[in-house]
């Protein structure tokens, strides 16, 4: 079991395969506080530039990571924050180039591309995977919570400008929240800013996994499709699939984890504290449990718990 704070997974990802995790800032800090992440509500919202986690301590750990032979698609800058708020990512891209062949993507929410030095640090990246929600300040507000000094427009402009500059793969995600930019109208206009940016490939998600606000609510398929089909020949809808046909997925963890919710509720911050597992790779399997019914989400106030179904709890 992979205990390293800073380093996770492998894990499966539906658009990188096998995904080895580098976080590079604390639990959620970041420029935004968006209303569909699993992952709870934004504690340090933040656009400051530091170098939140040490380079030499991602760098050492990677290294010794790098040794286990293991199955990697991609070396992922994500986790639990805003990855380029980490102001040496620039350095470390350039430093693993050095270390490994293995490609490197970034997932970054795209909100600080308009700074020539942020889209400089990432020129040396393989992959780039920013997401657009809104393209209009009201639902940029309604939907990501920004940070007060963000606006919509520099954001676009920095997304069209990073396009120019940078030479690999662009892969721009887009979150549809029911109600909230599923409009014809609002589809129509992010369709006409994305055909400006034009990335490699456009890929549309809904709401399927817990988020941090109960009224954020999926799309179903039928209008999954049909607002893929107005957007562009490159779209593409980010379907889930199961984990388990993935061989980092352990039934082993999966067992822990029930047996730990069958004793009390808990945040997806209680069974990684208590596994000593990254809350990315904790959310992998509370998908399938999801899914299968075996586990539910509670909330409390402002905080979502996980708890075991009543069939899960009736003995065998």
């Given at each position: 079991?992979?205990?390293?704070?800073?380093?996770?997974?492998?894990?499966?990802?539906?658009?990188?395969?096998?995904?080895?995790?580098?976080?590079?800032?604390p639990?959620?800090?970041?420029?935004?506080?968006?209303?569909?992440?699993?992952?709870?509500?934004?504690?340090?919202?933040?656009?400051?530039?530091?170098?939140?986690?040490?380079?030499?301590?991602?760098?050492?750990e990677?290294?010794?990571?790098?040794?286990?032979?293991?199955?990697?698609?991609?070396?992922?800058?994500s986790?639990?924050?805003?990855?380029?708020?980490?102001?040496?990512?620039?350095e470390?891209?350039?430093?693993?180039?050095?270390?490994?062949?293995?490609?490197?993507?970034?997932?970054t929410?795209?909100?600080?591309?308009?700074?020539v030095?942020?889209?400089?640090?990432?020129r040396?990246?393989d992959?780039?995977?920013?997401?657009?929600?809104a393209?209009?300040?009201?639902?940029?507000?309604?939907?990501?919570?920004?940070?007060?000094?963000?606006?919509?427009?520099?954001?676009?402009?920095?997304?069209?400008?990073?396009?120019?500059?940078?030479?690999?793969?662009i892969?721009?995600?887009?979150m549809?929240?029911?109600?909230?930019?599923?409009?014809?109208?609002?589809?129509?206009?992010?369709?006409?800013?994305?055909?400006e940016i034009?990335?490699?490939?456009?890929q549309?998600?809904?709401?399927?996994?817990?988020?941090?606000?109960?009224?954020?609510?999926?799309?179903?398929p039928?209008?999954?499709?049909?607002?893929?089909?107005?957007?562009?020949?490159?779209?593409?809808?980010?379907?889930?699939?199961?984990?388990?046909?993935?061989?980092?997925?352990?039934?082993?963890?999966?067992?822990?984890?029930?047996?730990?919710?069958?004793?009390?509720p808990?945040?997806?911050?209680?069974?990684?504290?208590?596994?000593?597992?990254?809350?990315?790779?904790?959310?992998?399997?509370?998908?399938?449990?999801?899914?299968?019914?075996?586990?539910?989400?509670?909330?409390h106030?402002n905080?979502?718990?996980?708890?075991?179904?009543?069939?899960?709890?009736?003995?065998?």
């Amino acid at each position: 079991m992979n205990t390293q704070s800073h380093i996770f997974g492998p894990v499966p990802s539906r658009r990188l395969g096998f995904s080895l995790g580098i976080d590079l800032v604390p639990y959620k800090t970041c420029s935004f506080d968006c209303v569909y992440c699993q992952l709870g509500r934004t504690t340090n919202k933040t656009i400051q530039r530091r170098e939140y986690v040490s380079k030499k301590l991602i760098m050492k750990e990677l290294e010794e990571r790098l040794t286990k032979g293991e199955e990697i698609d991609y070396i992922t800058f994500s986790g639990s924050g805003e990855p380029t708020l980490n102001s040496k990512i620039g350095e470390m891209i350039r430093d693993i180039k050095r270390m490994t062949a293995i490609p490197i993507a970034v997932l970054t929410n795209g909100s600080l591309l308009f700074e020539v030095e942020m889209r400089d640090e990432l020129r040396n990246a393989d992959l780039v995977l920013p997401s657009l929600d809104a393209v209009k300040q009201n639902i940029f507000e309604m939907i990501n919570r920004p940070h007060e000094g963000l606006l919509m427009e520099k954001i676009v402009e920095g997304l069209k400008k990073f396009r120019k500059e940078f030479e690999n793969e662009i892969w721009l995600e887009v979150m549809l929240v029911k109600d909230i930019n599923d409009g014809v109208g609002d589809v129509k206009q992010m369709t006409d800013v994305i055909n400006e940016i034009d990335p490699d490939k456009v890929q549309l998600n809904t709401v399927v996994r817990p988020p941090c606000e109960s009224f954020a609510m999926p799309l179903d398929p039928v209008k999954m499709k049909e607002i893929s089909k107005m957007i562009s020949e490159k779209s593409e809808i980010i379907a889930s699939h199961d984990r388990r046909a993935q061989t980092a997925y352990e039934k082993e963890i999966e067992k822990e984890i029930v047996t730990l919710l069958k004793r009390r509720p808990c945040t997806i911050e209680d069974i990684s504290s208590f596994l000593g597992m990254h809350r990315n790779e904790i959310v992998k399997y509370i998908e399938v449990l999801e899914r299968e019914k075996r586990v539910m989400e509670r909330r409390h106030g402002n905080q979502s718990y996980l708890v075991v179904s009543e069939d899960e709890m009736r003995p065998m």
